[in-house]
T-cell receptor, first 113, second 111 residues
Framework: EPEVTQTPSHQVTQMGQEVILRCVPI?????FYWYRQILGQKVEFLVS????????KSEIFDDQFSVERPDGSNFTLKIRSTKLEDSAMYFC???????????FGQGTRLTVV | DAKTTQPPSMDCAEGRAANLPCNHS???????VYWYRQIHSQGPQYIIH???NNETNEMASLIITEDRKSSTLILPHATLRDTAVYYC????????????FGTGTRLQVTL
């Protein structure tokens, strides 16, 4: 069964460092998303991406965040200068059309120290 | 913020049907009802979605009332592996529409 894969599963970084979280969406999907979940809190939407453009972003997705689809298979989330409060599980998701279900990866646990 | 309301927790005996309710008091005509679940801190798992008709797949059934103000997710024969947090979400149709998660219902399936 096709699935969304995310790497790494866990990343520890020092405050102020840049991190790139990587995702390989399901191969024929065209719509991509990033969400995050701070420990014990709700899953929060960050950004959606289609046709090499951001479709929608939340207030959380400020200038420190960026997304890119550098090739035909990867979808990345970059955090330029990490803060302690960026520590969370980050989930990538993809869907084939805007009105079909989005499938989530297993997440990357980011720990900022 | 999430627009749906769900009970914070429910229990269900293994092998019995689990019926999880959701209120969609402000759902609009172009919004679908989606159900996801999250087991521990794993990625949310899609279960089922519908617009106004009842739906069934291999995982569950979805019952939507005629006025669409409430829905019920039915797991027909709950197992211990169905223990999870279940989320109902109103999702707008259109371009790359986001999912807005609430706090969900924590379903505990017991022996």
């Amino acid at each position: 069964e096709p699935e969304v894969t995310q790497t790494p599963s866990h990343q520890v970084t020092q405050m102020g460092q840049e991190v790139i979280l990587r995702c390989v969406p399901i191969s024929n999907h065209l719509y991509f998303y990033w969400y995050r979940q701070i420990l014990g809190q709700k899953v929060e939407f960050l950004v959606s991406f289609y046709n090499n453009e951001i479709s929608e972003k939340s207030e959380i997705f400020d200038d420190q965040f960026s997304v890119e689809r550098p090739d035909g298979s990867n979808f990345t989330l970059k955090i330029r200068s990490t803060k302690l409060e960026d520590s969370a599980m980050y989930f990538c998701a993809s869907s084939s059309t805007p009105n079909t279900e989005a499938f989530f990866g297993q997440g990357t646990r980011l720990t900022v120290v | 913020d999430a627009k749906t309301t769900q009970p914070p927790s429910m229990d269900c005996a293994e092998g019995r049907a689990a019926n999880l309710p959701c209120n969609h008091s402000t759902i609009s005509g172009n919004e679908y009802v989606y159900w996801y679940r999250q087991i521990h801190s794993q990625g949310p798992q899609y279960i089922i979605h519908g617009l106004k008709n009842n739906e069934t797949n291999e995982m569950a059934s979805l019952i939507i009332t005629e006025d669409r103000k409430s829905s019920t997710l039915i797991l027909p024969h709950a197992t211990l592996r169905d223990t999870a947090v279940y989320y109902c979400i109103d999702r707008r149709s259109g371009t790359a529409s986001k999912l807005t998660f609430g706090t969900g219902t924590r379903l505990q399936v017991t022996l």
